[in-house]
């Protein structure tokens, strides 16, 4: 028998072995023995690590946290999913997007308010830098985004997005955000907080489609450009100033828009950013801002110098509350 053969026939006997596990401890939770069950799947999840065996390890927690949450078990649930990051954690498992996937759908089954969940997020989001982006995966940002949308926890969907590569998922949120919670009034003011955060951010790409996408599919916003709301207009012409680079156009627009981005004091502060971004001006000597609104547009902006920060920034896993 060859070496490739004799390997397949290993994880052959390795995957029917944990079937047969599997299946016992599925008929202990049936039964209602949920806390020998429980225990079980840990002296498994311990002796399958000391053995090196961290994909059967992984598959048996994970089936075991799902097991869990169809009969509303949510703490022994919840600790075998914490288990199953551990595995990641231990085993060094590259990021790919069939495990990120497996970590939303355990997400998606925690209770909305345990803070198992919050704990249990904020560490997939710190396993999963092991990709790319270093507040989390863009792919995993978008899964958990997406939850919270179906949730209808607009605000940390938000916040998930704005770490995504998802303008256009984004921009359907926020009509949906805006259209069930927002004043007439404020439809211009959820957009262009999400366009300058994303510019913010670095990501270009995805404020241009946020904002095409959203003005589009709003109800209340009649077809542009140019838009009867004033600040529509000015972040569509915004846009188009970071695609030119010119720091003049750039300057005269700001100015020329004052009153509507006197709306929300956080809108200059942005634009600072943006203007060092994608326009050369140099940082001020001391931030107008200090204090809490200091520090959360630092951890939205991820300043690049400070790792430290951005894990804290990542670990609270909250949204950033800025409006």
């Not at 995966?137 to 939850?147: E, F, G, I, R």
């Not at 209808?152 to 995504?164: A, C, T, V």
């Amino acid at each position: 028998m060859s070496e490739q053969e004799s390997l397949r026939c290993s994880s052959a006997r390795n995957r029917g072995g944990v079937q047969r596990v599997e299946g016992k401890l599925r008929a202990s939770v049936e039964k209602g023995d949920y806390y020998e069950a429980h225990q079980m799947y840990r002296t498994l999840f311990f002796r399958y690590m000391s053995q090196a065996k961290h994909a059967e390890a992984r598959e048996l927690m994970y089936n075991g946290a799902l097991l869990f949450f169809s009969y509303n078990q949510q703490n022994s649930a919840a600790d075998l999913s914490m288990l199953v990051l551990e595995v990641l954690e231990k085993s060094e498992t590259k990021v790919e997007d069939d495990i990120l996937e497996s970590l939303a759908k355990l997400f998606s089954q925690m209770d909305q308010n345990s803070p198992e969940r919050v704990a249990f997020v904020s560490r997939a989001l710190k396993w999963s830098t092991g990709g790319s982006g270093k507040l989390g995966h863009p792919k995993l940002h978008q899964l958990l985004a997406v939850t919270l949308w179906k949730e209808q926890n607009y605000s940390e969907s938000r916040y998930h997005f704005l770490h995504s590569s998802d303008g256009e998922g984004c921009a359907q949120m926020l009509v949906e955000y805006s259209a069930s919670r927002g004043f007439r009034s404020e439809v211009d003011m959820f957009v262009a907080q999400a366009v300058l955060q994303f510019l913010c951010l670095k990501n270009k790409n995805s404020a241009s489609v946020v904002f095409s996408t959203y003005t589009e599919k709003h109800p209340s916003i009649e077809k542009g450009p140019p838009f009867v709301q004033p600040l529509l207009n000015f972040i569509w012409f915004l846009l188009l100033a970071v695609d030119g680079g010119k720091l003049t156009v750039f300057t005269v627009l700001c100015e020329q828009y004052q009153p509507s981005l006197k709306r929300d004091p956080m809108y200059n502060e942005y634009l600072d950013r943006i203007g060092q971004l994608f326009f050369g001006v140099p940082p001020k000597q001391s931030p107008s801002y200090g204090g809490l609104l200091g520090n959360l547009l630092n951890s939205l902006m991820g300043s690049g110098e400070d790792d430290d920060g951005a894990e804290e920034a990542q670990e609270d896993s909250s949204p950033i509350e800025l409006d």
